[in-house]
């Protein structure tokens, strides 16, 4: 008879085997999942597990700018016809403006969680881009055209972020040279005669049209790509048909010599292109994506019809634009899919065609279930972004989980609501007869703007007794560009470091060479920030403090012709207790970002990349004067749609 302690090892052990059989069962269910998800009979005779991938990004094409979607849309064979050899999304979701997409392109995550709203530092190291997974998949990976996906370091460049080589600009000013004193506010995108950098080299001007140099750019790079020995990812990212409206003379002579005849000759150029790009590769090995970064501008003609709004806007048609995923003999052709698809789902979509897992917490879901059997998407809410400096506001736009409703707050104002199953143009609000909707979707917007607004860091014990240290998201974390909020929750302090003369100052928390928070008996907290001291004497050292240090650093804008503007503002228990609202010196460069946060005696910090506000505060929006009769009594009312500094505060010494 088995003694009670070998009874219980046996005991242990059986569970211990059945434990591990069940982790092993539920991985086997995992990969079968995945296959099912490529089962098709037409790749059985196919060796296509790494095929070649084709990402074209065009700028500002709307919804009715192409006759893939549209039979109202402007001539595009070349683009209808990649249409009619894949699947064609007529409910694709982008972004509202060309850089926040992109990031989302990059990352598969939504561009606030990388700080873009709609400008941002750059994407952080801890969330791969699709060059990095491919590269690491063993792919050659090549981009041709426009980053615009944070530019400030050589850290944020494309050769840092994944591709093995590139050639093309970091944004749309470049391409009229170097920014100086003499031409800020006078530079302008240009088509003729760019200027263009290769492999992150000196701007070298190039002679010809924009659009010709890059297309004929890729195909060379394409012939080189498809002799090599190693599968391929290709992003090409065209500047057309962005303004300005500048198409070669060989398609402008084509059409009347107006606005829109220029810019239907800037689209036909663009379609010509795509046309030669997909001429030099090899499409049944090629995955090819086609998408728009945005809505059009509605400049020279409706681009967005039947949908309202435009780019830049918070509407339908600011953020509905083509997506077409094709590759002939795998995926069905001339399908139309209806579904709610966004531009983050690319990301996963292309690593499902590799057999390459995404990372964790993609926002992105693997489009190949609706691709080869018409599977429903996870129904999930989108909310896109805007801050907007000059008032302290937030411009939104809130897709439910159904699809059928759209809130939309336009520069901060209280929201329309959009029932978009009754009127899919969204146009008309039904705010008004809908105020428990309105208020439901409202309530779901800021929990999703909060979760995407936090950093989320990593800790580890400092060389200081009570001393925590904070790492990551390090251009985000660092009051360095564009919003920012730290939370510290400290206190009490030991009675011993109270309990000193009151020359004595006391470190509580900062990052070395960035910002210091000092506790001078006394007298109260400072906090030192660059050149700028803020101050609050309300600190309470016999208990727990809730301290929110957050501001907003504008780097010199690409046309602005006046100095940037930038503000601080030091908060302590929801209460605004000082604010320098013209920082003249911005903090943190090149190696201080790396630097660690740190908080002395016991406590805690929180990070998010937004500036923080609130009511109980002044209020003054650097506006022109006819709209001050709008905003004031909107903010005095507390209807200003506004990042509240109560919800960071509502975190810290619970």
Same mark, same amino acid.
């Given at each position: 008879?088995?003694? $009670?302690?070998?009874? $219980?090892? !046996? !005991?242990k052990y059986s569970k211990g085997i059945l434990l591990i059989a069940a982790m092993f069962f539920s991985w086997l269910l995992t990969v079968k999942n995945f296959a099912l998800d490529w089962s098709d009979s037409t790749r059985e005779s196919? !060796?296509? $597990?790494?095929?070649? %991938?084709l990402l074209i990004v065009v700028d500002d094409l709307g919804y009715d700018d192409t006759s893939a979607i549209n039979s109202s849309g402007l001539p595009t064979p070349n683009i209808k016809q990649l249409a009619q050899q894949g699947v064609t999304f007529r409910r694709h979701y982008a972004d509202a403006t060309c850089t926040p997409s992109r990031v989302a392109i990059l990352t598969g995550r939504y561009p606030e969680r990388s700080g873009f709203r709609p400008v941002g530092p750059e994407i952080p190291a801890e969330?791969? $881009? %699709?060059?990095?997974k491919l590269s690491t998949a063993g792919y050659a990976t090549y981009l041709t055209g426009k980053w615009h996906a944070g530019e400030d370091r050589v850290e944020a460049w494309p050769g840092n972020k994944g591709f093995d080589q590139w050639f093309g600009f970091l944004n749309q000013w470049e391409l009229a040279g170097e920014v100086s004193d003499l031409n800020v506010g006078n530079r302008r995108p240009t088509y003729r005669n760019p200027m263009l950098r290769k492999n992150g080299g000196e701007l070298t001007p190039y002679n010809g049209h924009l659009t010709d140099i890059l297309t004929d750019h890729t195909i060379h790079k394409l012939q080189k790509l498809e002799a090599g020995d190693k599968p391929w990812f290709l992003y090409h990212a065209f500047l057309a048909p962005h303004q300005p409206i500048q198409p070669a003379q060989r398609f402008k002579a084509r059409f009347p010599d107006t606005p829109a005849g220029k810019y239907s000759a800037l689209v036909s150029q663009l379609d010509d292109s795509v046309g030669r790009i997909l001429g030099a590769i090899d499409r049944s090995n090629t995955l090819v994506v086609f998408v728009s970064d945005n809505g059009g501008t509605n400049r020279e003609r409706n681009n967005n019809f039947p949908f309202y709004g435009k780019k830049g806007g918070v509407f339908e048609g600011s953020f509905r634009t083509p997506l077409i995923i094709s590759w002939p003999g795998v995926i069905q052709q001339e399908k139309f899919v209806d579904s709610v698809v966004m531009n983050v789902d690319i990301y996963p979509t292309i690593l499902a065609s590799v057999h390459t897992p995404p990372p964790e917490n993609l926002d992105g879901k693997n489009l190949w279930?609706?691709?080869l059997h018409d599977n429903a998407i996870e129904a999930r809410y989108r909310s896109w972004e805007t801050f907007r400096l000059n008032t302290s506001a937030l411009s939104f736009s809130f897709l439910s989980k159904s699809g059928e409703w759209r809130l939309a707050s336009s520069h901060g104002t209280p929201p329309d609501?959009?029932?978009?199953s009754n009127d899919s143009t969204g146009e008309v609000s039904a705010a008004d007869q809908n105020a428990d909707i309105v208020a439901a979707l409202t309530a779901e917007y800021w929990k999703d703007h909060w979760k995407k607004s936090t950093i989320a860091t990593t800790t580890q014990t400092?060389?200081?007794d009570g001393q925590t240290l904070y790492r990551g998201f390090d251009a985000m974390r660092t009051p360095h560009r564009y919003g920012f909020a730290i939370g510290i929750e400290i206190g009490p302090l030991p009675p011993t470091e109270v309990d000193v003369p009151s020359t004595h100052s006391l470190v509580l928390a900062g990052q070395k060479n960035v910002w210091e928070l000092r506790y001078q008996p006394g007298h109260g907290l400072e906090w030192h920030i660059g050149d700028s001291i803020l101050r609050d004497a309300s600190f309470e050292p016999s208990r727990c403090n809730a301290i929110i240090l957050t501001g907003?650093?504008?780097?010199?804008?690409? %046309?602005?012709?006046? !100095?940037p503007r930038s503000q601080i503002k030091f908060y302590s228990s929801g209460f605004l207790r000082d604010v320098n609202r013209n920082v003249d010196s911005v903090p943190g460069h090149g190696g201080q970002l790396h630097a660690p946060t740190f908080v002395n005696f016991d406590g805690k910090a929180l990070f998010s990349n937004m500036m923080l506000s609130s009511f109980s505060e002044s209020y003054s929006p650097d506006m022109s004067s006819q709209f001050l009769d709008i905003y004031t009594p909107t903010f005095r009312t507390k209807k200003l749609i506004m990042a509240d500094v109560s919800m960071m505060n509502a975190e810290l010494c619970k």
């Open positions: 008879m088995l003694s $009670t302690s070998s009874s $219980t090892l !046996d !005991d196919q !060796d296509l $597990t790494q095929p070649n %991938i969330f791969s $881009t %699709i060059a990095e279930p609706v691709l609501l959009f029932q978009l400092g060389n200081e907003y650093f504008q780097p010199k804008g690409h %046309i602005a012709k006046r !100095d």
